[in-house]
Every structure is written in structure tokens, then in C-alpha cells.
């Protein structure tokens, strides 16, 4: 059936008037199909490269590379998971094995409200409380500046913890000295109403560089 097809085509492009080049191109697409359903076209196609024997070559080559680069250097590990050889277990005896916590940050009040949030034009959490109220530091740290002021943070504490810094402001009295050690359970102060203040409460601010963090995305606060 192909070869009739091919030779009722061969003799339509003889009669219709046509530039020499384009019937050449057209005559070749015709004896190209014609071929191609005879057979299998993918096969026909890649037979060519197949029987190339420069390609042929370089695949050996490839193989043969191959499979010294296995031979020298062993089962490719994502292919083989048993590789042979004895297996070695590390056990640690008993007795040495170390737990590490870490300490959780803590509110610095333990009876209060939040009065008013971390906002963008208050860099920092307002938890009113009683006048009195112990007032202790997010974690353990160094204090490292106790300021008494009259307007804006009133009496306030600075408490360094390595990679940020707390500040407690609005303090009625002060109860730590500058550079002074503390922990979880030292009394800063107590809580006030100093400086720049409508009422009883205390001003908290972490600060880790040149920004501050909203105290609730790091305090369990209520």
C-alpha cells in the first residue's frame, strides 16, 4: 500500500507546476513517510544512531569506565544498602549520658493584666499590677544599667542575657545594683507608677540589637 501511495505522489508532483527545490524537499517528505509506515517509526528513527559506529564506540567506552569506577570504589551507596563487612555499634556505658535543658523565659510578674500591647508606636508590653508587686527578670543575666529617672521610663533596670536585652521601667523602688549577677528568682524591684506612667504597671521591652521583640512571641503571657 505505501509503495502505490508513494508512486501515485511521485507522479502528482511531476504534473503540478512546481520550483524544482520544493519538489525535491516534497519528494523526500513522501519517501520518508512511505518508509516510516513500514515499520515501527521510533524504531526506524533510532536505527541510524544505533548503527553508528562512532557512537557505538563511545558508548563501550562509557561502560567500560563505568564499571571500573564501580569495581574500584564499591556499590554505589544510594543503589545498595548492605555493603558487607562487619557492622560496628557505639554504645555509651551506662551513667554517661548527658541531659541538656534549657531555661524557659518566664514572666517577670506573676499577678498582672496586659494593659497594652507591643504596637509599632509602643516598642515593648505594659502588664498592670499592684503597687508592691516583686518584679523579676525574664532570665538569668547581668544587670547592666539602673536608671532613676523623672519622665519617660521613670526608675528602670536594664538586664543583659548574652544575645538580647530586657528593660523594666516604672519601677517604685530598685532593689539590684548595677553589674550585678542575677537569676529567675532575684527581685528587681518592685512595681510602680515613675515617670511618663498613668498608673501602676510595668513597661517591658526585649531588645536584641537595634530592634525590638513583641514579649508575647517569646513569654507565655495571658
Same mark, same amino acid.
Given at each position: 500500500? %505505501?509503495?502505490? #501511495?508513494?508512486?501515485?505522489?511521485?507522479?502528482?508532483?511531476?504534473?503540478?507546476?512546481?520550483?524544482?527545490?520544493?519538489?525535491? &524537499?516534497?519528494?523526500?517528505?513522501?519517501? %520518508?513517510?512511505?518508509?516510516?509506515?513500514?515499520?515501527?517509526?521510533?524504531?526506524? *528513527?533510532?536505527?541510524?544512531?544505533?548503527?553508528?559506529?562512532?557512537?557505538?564506540?563511545?558508548?563501550?567506552?562509557?561502560?567500560?569506565?563505568?564499571?571500573?569506577?564501580?569495581?574500584? %570504589?564499591?556499590?554505589?551507596?544510594? *543503589? &545498595?544498602?548492605?555493603?558487607?563487612?562487619?557492622?560496628?555499634?557505639?554504645? #555509651?556505658?551506662?551513667?554517661?549520658?548527658?541531659?541538656?535543658?534549657?531555661?524557659?523565659?518566664?514572666?517577670?510578674?506573676?499577678?498582672?493584666?496586659?494593659?497594652?500591647?507591643?504596637?509599632?508606636?509602643?516598642?515593648?508590653?505594659?502588664?498592670?499590677?499592684?503597687?508592691?508587686?516583686?518584679?523579676?527578670?525574664? &532570665?538569668?543575666? !547581668?544587670?547592666?544599667?539602673?536608671?532613676?529617672?523623672? %519622665?519617660?521610663?521613670?526608675?528602670?533596670?536594664?538586664?543583659?542575657?548574652?544575645?538580647?536585652?530586657?528593660?523594666?521601667?516604672? *519601677?517604685?523602688?530598685?532593689?539590684?545594683?548595677?553589674?550585678?549577677?542575677?537569676?529567675?528568682?532575684?527581685? #528587681?524591684?518592685?512595681?510602680?507608677?515613675?515617670?511618663?506612667?498613668?498608673?501602676?504597671?510595668?513597661?517591658?521591652?526585649?531588645?536584641?540589637?537595634?530592634?525590638?521583640?513583641?514579649? !508575647?512571641?517569646? #513569654?507565655?503571657?495571658?
Amino acid at each position: 500500500m %505505501w509503495n502505490y #501511495l508513494q508512486n501515485i505522489a511521485g507522479l502528482t508532483l511531476k504534473k503540478v507546476r512546481t520550483p524544482l527545490l520544493i519538489k525535491e &524537499a516534497s519528494w523526500r517528505l513522501i519517501s %520518508w513517510v512511505a518508509k516510516a509506515g513500514k515499520s515501527d517509526p521510533v524504531s526506524w *528513527l533510532i536505527q541510524p544512531w544505533v548503527a553508528h559506529k562512532g557512537l557505538k564506540r563511545t558508548v563501550g567506552l562509557v561502560m567500560a569506565i563505568l564499571a571500573l569506577v564501580v569495581a574500584v %570504589w564499591g556499590p554505589i551507596p544510594s *543503589l &545498595a544498602t548492605d555493603t558487607g563487612g562487619s557492622l560496628e555499634v557505639n554504645v #555509651l556505658p551506662e551513667g554517661n549520658i548527658e541531659l541538656v535543658t534549657y531555661e524557659t523565659n518566664q514572666v517577670p510578674v506573676e499577678h498582672y493584666r496586659v494593659s497594652q500591647g507591643y504596637r509599632f508606636y509602643h516598642p515593648g508590653m505594659d502588664l498592670a499590677a499592684k503597687i508592691g508587686e516583686p518584679v523579676k527578670p525574664m &532570665a538569668k543575666g !547581668k544587670v547592666v544599667l539602673v536608671q532613676k529617672d523623672r %519622665w519617660n521610663y521613670g526608675q528602670h533596670v536594664i538586664v543583659d542575657h548574652g544575645d538580647y536585652q530586657t528593660l523594666y521601667a516604672h *519601677l517604685s523602688k530598685i532593689n539590684v545594683a548595677f553589674d550585678q549577677e542575677v537569676d529567675t528568682e532575684t527581685v #528587681l524591684g518592685e512595681i510602680g507608677s515613675t515617670g511618663r506612667s498613668s498608673g501602676p504597671h510595668l513597661h517591658l521591652e526585649i531588645r536584641e540589637g537595634n530592634k525590638t521583640i513583641n514579649p !508575647k512571641s517569646v #513569654l507565655d503571657i495571658k
